[in-house]
Structure formats: structure tokens, C-alpha cells
């Protein structure tokens, strides 16, 4: 039996509703590029504490395998043995589902702007293409009970996600895809290098840290490396200590802007933000570990250093412009 007119209509007007609502949805993405491309940046930061707190209360096997959390189930399964671990395992993957709403957006954004560079347009698909790694390595690390060298690649790989978001936001506000000319002297550039190899240094060697000592993801052993966290934690400190001195004779060199009368207040802005953000880092470093590693400051130390990944990132973005020609005055090309 055929449906009756009146049936018929109804269901066209909700189809066209649905339409239309998903039209001014991407329509609102649209307008709001900037918006999106900031909210990717602090979901792909804020995941890193909820990741964190999986690994800081041990519970990594909250969800006792991957895609689903319990055989049968996206979703936990309650019964007497439950306990708060499932739920901190569950959330974290709650939050990848929202990274990856907002991942899926920051493409649809970026990617057909045809008046943008190819490559800023790739670089769109950089946060999806890494949630999906995540996705694999978090599951990987469920499957094989959380091998510790990747439980450190699932967080270092966090971190270049991050930079890869905040390289995404500054060359979005950019606006330009010319060819990178330098804003400070060679020197300073060259700094800026050291800098950012340092913060790479900086957080394999917190990961290893964290992974040789109490907090490192699995509550029955007291480390999952075979490594002193009290050597591993003072060798830490040391890289630290020489990216905080690279990152001083910065700002004593940008403190009076760029070469040949241009100007970098920029990178000076920038500089003295990270080491704001690299005191606080550090005196929580201190106290954590005078502390004895309470997991309230261990977890704020890891977001911490996204902070600080994100903070490094932004420093190297801004000795340099991609600005068109006759945009900036007296840039140096670089080589």
C-alpha cells in the first residue's frame, strides 16, 4: 500500500529541515575558520591531560580492548567489580571522539581554500591523519598491555600534534603563503633552531622519566624502565636548564627587534611567554618531585609541556614571515 500524501509530506519537510541545518552548519565552519583551527589546538592540548590521567591512575586496561571498550560493547559495561578506571579510560576515549569531530572540521575548513598553497592545504589533514594514529597506537598499546617504549611514542606523538596545530593557526593568521624571509639575524634564527631541538630533547627525556618511575601506567610494578628515575630526572633537569639558557640569550638578542631597522617584537612577545610558561613548568617539576609525585601536579606537568611545545613551536614561527613581497621592510630571504 502506497503511503498516503499526507505521510509523504512530512517526511520531505524534515529531510529538507536536516538539510538545512546541515547547510548552515558548514556554512558557520566556514565563516568561523579561525575559530575551529583554535578549538583543534586545545582539544589536541587538552587530551593530553585526560591521556595523562589514563596513565597516571593506571588505567590503560580501563577498556579491556580496542575499538570497543568490552567485548560486545562501545561502551563500559557496569557490574560489582567496576571501578573508576573504565570511566578514566572511557573519557579519554570521549575526548578523541571530540578531537576527531574537530580534526574533521579543521580539513573541511583549510583544505578548499584554492587561494591558499597546496602544502597549507595538506596541512589541514595533519590533526585527522594524527588522530588516527593515536587511535592505532592506543590501540596497539591496549592489545599489548602497555609496552612502555609505546606508551612514550603515544604522548610524543601528542606533542607533535600540537605543533603541527599551532603551525596550522599561524600560518592561517599569516595569511600568505610567499616565500619565508627571516624577521631577526641569522643568529637568532639559529637559536631558534637549538631552542626547538632542545624541547625535543627536553620531552623524550621527560617521557623516559616518567617512565622510570612510579607513574608510568601500570600499578603493579614501580616502573616500567629499567632506568634511576632519580639519574633520569636530573639528566631532565640538565636539558632543561640549557634550553632555558638558549632561550635567555634569545630574548636578550630580539630585545631591541630585527636586523637592518625591521622589527621582531613577535618573537620577543613569544620568547618571554615561553619562559613564563617554562618557570611554571619547572617549579612544578621541582614540587612534584619534593612531593613525591602526587598525580594531581604530575598530570598539570604534562600538559605543561604541550604548553611548552605549543609555546617553543610559536618562538620558531615567528623569526620568520611568509608574508608577500613588500609586506615587511628589509626581511633577509632565507637560505
Not at 596513565?55 to 586496561?61: E, K, V
Not at 612544578?284 to 604548553?307: C, D, E, F, M, S
Request: with cysteine.
Amino acid at each position: 500500500m502506497s503511503a498516503s500524501p499526507t505521510s509523504v509530506v512530512p517526511e520531505r519537510g524534515a529531510a529538507r529541515g536536516l538539510r538545512g541545518r546541515w547547510t548552515a552548519l558548514l556554512a558557520w565552519l566556514r565563516e568561523h575558520a579561525r575559530s575551529v583551527l583554535v578549538a583543534n589546538l586545545v582539544l589536541q592540548i587538552a587530551i593530553v591531560g585526560t591521556g595523562g590521567a589514563v596513565r597516571l591512575t593506571a588505567s590503560g586496561l580501563g577498556c579491556s580492548t580496542w575499538p570497543q571498550c568490552e567485548p560486545g560493547s562501545f561502551v563500559p559495561v557496569l557490574h560489582d567489580a567496576t571501578t573508576y578506571h573504565v570511566f578514566v579510560e572511557f573519557g579519554n576515549r570521549l575526548m578523541t571522539f571530540v578531537l576527531t569531530l574537530a580534526a574533521v572540521a579543521v580539513a573541511y575548513v583549510v583544505w578548499p581554500d584554492r587561494t591558499r598553497s597546496r602544502s597549507f592545504r595538506l596541512l589541514g589533514w595533519v590533526p585527522l591523519a594524527g588522530v588516527v594514529a593515536q587511535a592505532v597506537v592506543g590501540g596497539v598499546l591496549v592489545l599489548l598491555e602497555l609496552p612502555p617504549i609505546l606508551v612514550s611514542m603515544h604522548f610524543l606523538l601528542s606533542m607533535a600534534l600540537v605543533s603541527a596545530s599551532l603551525v596550522l593557526l599561524h600560518r592561517a593568521d599569516e595569511g600568505a603563503d610567499g616565500a619565508p624571509t627571516l624577521l631577526v639575524d641569522r643568529t637568532t634564527r639559529l637559536l631558534a633552531h637549538v631552542a626547538a631541538g632542545l624541547m625535543v630533547v627536553v620531552l623524550v627525556l621527560g617521557t623516559l622519566t616518567t617512565g622510570a618511575g612510579p607513574h608510568s601506567g601500570d600499578d603493579e610494578v614501580g616502573y616500567r624502565l629499567a632506568a634511576d628515575p632519580l639519574v633520569m630526572a636530573r639528566v631532565h633537569a640538565a636539558a632543561v636548564w640549557a634550553f632555558v639558557a638558549v632561550l635567555l640569550v634569545l630574548l636578550w638578542r630580539t630585545r631591541r627587534g630585527g636586523p637592518a631597522g625591521t622589527e621582531a617584537p613577535a618573537v620577543h612577545r613569544a620568547a618571554l611567554v615561553l619562559l613564563a610558561l617554562s618557570v611554571a613548568q619547572g617549579a612544578i617539576g621541582y614540587v612534584q618531585t619534593a612531593t613525591g609525585l602526587p598525580i594531581a601536579l604530575v598530570n598539570l606537568h604534562l600538559v605543561g609541556a604541550a604548553l611548552l611545545a605549543a609555546g617553543t613551536t610559536r618562538v620558531w614561527l615567528c623569526t620568520r614571515t611568509r608574508a608577500t613581497a613588500g609586506a615587511t621592510t628589509q626581511v633577509t630571504p632565507t637560505s
